[in-house]
């Protein structure tokens, strides 16, 4: 559930909670209640103050929770093949490249399959890296 949803619910609780216990408060007849009708509707607006605070306080704590973070992707494949020759350099990253000082991969970034191939002859390089690449800084 989105946090502006959260907070909608939040505040239609507490509202609710509020005129709940209005009505209650004032549709209850006890002997000890005072007989006057201003004390009657001030008592029922106090016993329904503080429990629309307790309520609210209660689900904006649930409201104010942060949204858990996104489920890693299990489907993602990377699949790199190369072929280098005499001098040829060859650079296979499964994941991603960062620079110095650059944001981390988000969740869900990472690869959760990675198959290299890689045919080198004579002099070539060919370096496969199977997740993330942090480059060095300049």
């Not at 942060?66 to 020759?85: C, F, G, I, L, S």
């Not at 990253?93 to 110095?100: D, E, K, L, S």
């Not at 080198?120 to 480059?135: E, N, T």
């Amino acid at each position: 559930m989105t946090r502006p949803l959260r907070w909608t619910v939040t505040v239609a609780a507490t509202i609710g909670v509020f005129l709940l216990c209005l009505w209650l408060g004032r549709s209850l007849s006890f002997g000890w209640l005072p007989h006057a009708d201003s004390d009657r509707w001030a008592l029922a607006a106090a016993f329904a103050a503080v429990c629309a605070g307790v309520v609210g306080a209660a689900v904006g704590w649930w409201a104010g929770q942060p949204e858990p973070a996104p489920a890693v992707r299990r489907d993602h494949r990377v699949t790199q093949k190369a072929k280098a020759a005499g001098r040829a350099r060859t650079l296979q990253v499964g994941g991603g490249q960062t620079a110095p000082g650059a944001p981390a991969p988000q969740v869900g970034d990472e690869a959760s399959v990675v198959r290299q191939e890689a045919d080198a002859s004579g002099h070539a390089d060919v370096r496969q890296i199977g997740r993330d690449q942090h480059l060095p800084g300049t």
